[in-house]
């Protein structure tokens, strides 16, 4: 089992940052990379990237790619999202969540998800 908690974010105006925190514990959560996703209001959830805890490759997903980065402290067991330059339509729930990587499909599976986390990009 592996449980998640995100924290991190909040009220923000457009061309303003955030870093949310994605905190995971767990017996087996090295096991698992870990990824984010947001889902806005009326939309699809989207894979915004995912990163392993070994190594220092990171995924990042081409719509947020130069303005969002994935990182992590392995010491702390947490995964960070860096959010640059959020305009309105960034305003979601974002979730973190764990499980394999679909290469084929450039996303995660989610196994195990957090409770999200709102964050709102005011103009």
């Known amino acids: 089992q592996v449980q998640l908690v995100e924290s991190g974010g909040g009220l923000v105006q457009a061309g303003g940052s955030l870093r949310l925190s994605c905190v995971a514990s767990?017996?087996?959560?090295?096991?698992?990379?870990i990824g984010w996703f947001r889902q806005a209001p009326g939309k699809e959830r989207e894979f915004l990237g995912a990163?392993?805890?070994?190594?220092?490759?990171?995924l990042i997903t081409d719509s947020v790619k130069g303005r969002f980065t994935i990182s992590k402290d392995n010491a702390k067991n947490t995964v960070y999202l860096q959010m640059n330059s959020l305009k309105p339509e960034d305003t979601a729930v974002y979730y973190c969540?764990?499980?394999?990587?679909?290469?084929?499909?450039?996303?995660?599976?989610?196994?195990?998800w957090g409770q999200g986390t709102q964050v709102t990009v005011s103009s």
């Open positions: 969540a764990a499980g394999a990587l679909l290469p084929a499909a450039g996303s995660l599976r989610g196994d195990y």
């Open positions: 767990g017996r087996t959560v090295s096991r698992y990379p």
């Open positions: 990163i392993r805890w070994s190594g220092a490759n990171t």
